[in-house]
């Protein structure tokens, strides 16, 4: 007999909590973005265009992820996850 470690609910609750964090980390560099440009402490367009760009995408794909799990869509999580596969592939594709 297999022995059920955690439950449905939980793994949702997990992925709940995840996809705020990054939400909230998102928001975070977007505010980082923000202020840096308010008070001139990064003269560099390129590296507050770049943090940008990134906190946008990880915002997306956060709230995709939050939609997909609330709502029980298995083809939102499928993109997210495949999605966040492929970024991981590229990123250990550069190392090697």
Same mark, same amino acid.
């Not at 793994?11 to 990054?22: A, D, H, M, P």
């Given at each position: 007999? %297999?022995?059920?470690?955690?439950? !449905?609910?939980?793994?949702?609750?997990?992925?709940v909590?995840?996809?705020?964090?990054?939400?909230?980390?998102?928001? !975070?560099?977007?505010?980082?973005?923000v202020?840096?440009? %308010?008070?001139?402490y990064?003269?560099d367009?390129?590296?507050?265009?770049?943090?940008a760009?990134?906190?946008?995408?990880?915002?997306?794909? %956060?709230?995709?992820g939050l939609? $997909?799990?609330?709502? =029980? =869509?298995?083809?939102?999580? !499928?993109?997210?996850?495949?999605?966040? @596969?492929? @970024?991981?592939?590229e990123?250990? $594709?550069?190392? $090697?």
């Amino acid at each position: 007999m %297999a022995v059920r470690l955690c439950g !449905f609910s939980a793994i949702r609750c997990c992925l709940v909590l995840l996809n705020v964090f990054y939400i909230a980390l998102a928001l !975070f560099l977007i505010g980082v973005v923000v202020a840096s440009k %308010a008070i001139s402490y990064f003269t560099d367009p390129s590296i507050l265009a770049g943090l940008a760009v990134c906190a946008s995408i990880l915002f997306l794909v %956060a709230v995709l992820g939050l939609a $997909g799990t609330v709502k =029980h =869509h298995q083809v939102v999580l !499928f993109f997210v996850s495949f999605f966040l @596969e492929r @970024e991981r592939e590229e990123r250990v $594709g550069k190392r $090697g």
